[in-house]
């Protein structure tokens, strides 16, 4: 087995190339940026995604617009610290 020398400096600095007759997969065949398939959209990762992301808009959305409200400084006045 051959071993890796102490400077990784010093490795041979050459460009990664595939075997000879290596077929890529279809997505990955193209130029970038490629297209994200509509089944890859719809997958419960960017559902959730897009879900933390609207309750996070929305969330800010009323800490300003309550934030505004003249009941909420009365409200500051009354449970400060101490």
């Known amino acids: 087995m051959p071993t890796l020398p102490d400077n990784p400096s010093s490795l041979p600095n050459e460009a990664f190339a595939p075997p000879p007759g ?3 997969e279809t997505e990955l065949q193209g130029t970038p940026p490629r297209h994200v398939p509509e089944e890859f959209r719809n997958c419960p990762y960017f559902v959730r995604q897009g879900n933390a992301i609207v309750g996070l808009l929305l969330a800010g959305f009323l800490c300003i ?3 505004r409200l003249p009941i ?3 409200w500051g006045y009354c449970f400060t610290a101490r």
Do not use: L, N, Q, T
């Open 72 to 74: 909420v400084s009365e």
């Open 22 to 24: 290596y077929r890529f």
């Open 65 to 67: 617009a309550f934030g």
